[in-house]
Nanobody
């Protein structure tokens, strides 16, 4: 059974940093595209970042460009989202998702999806 589990969320002050992790079981992440999404209260879920199966191709949303970085872990079955210079508007539940091929920026189009981890940015 395939499972994606996010961790690393929490509360942080504006300007702070957090690193989210997405650990997979039941599949080898090196063969899969990995993406991060987020959903803020009262808003639709939105794309945050995606990384290719070999960790070379990467894309991040304009709203987080220069502040967030997606990467693959040396452990192979973990993907990270390093979030720096956090702002209150980054407050959301963050989800990871995975698929064999790039499926765009719609969370529901990804075959495997995690349950999310809460990130709260507040002073």
């Amino acid at each position: 059974q395939v499972q994606l589990v996010e961790s690393g969320g929490g509360s942080v002050q504006p300007g702070g940093s957090l690193r989210l992790s997405c650990a997979a079981s039941g599949l080898t992440l090196t063969n899969y595209i990995m993406a991060w999404f987020r959903q803020a209260p009262g808003k639709e879920r939105e794309f945050v970042a995606v990384i290719g199966s070999r960790g070379i191709a990467r894309e991040v949303a304009d709203s987080v460009k220069g502040r967030f970085t997606i990467s693959r872990g040396a452990a192979k079955n973990t993907v990270y989202l390093q979030m720096n210079s956090l702002k209150p508007e980054d407050t959301a539940v963050y989800y990871c998702a995975s698929d064999r091929h790039y499926t765009g920026t719609n969370f529901e189009d990804y075959t495997y999806r995690g349950q999310g981890t809460q990130v709260t940015v507040s002073s």
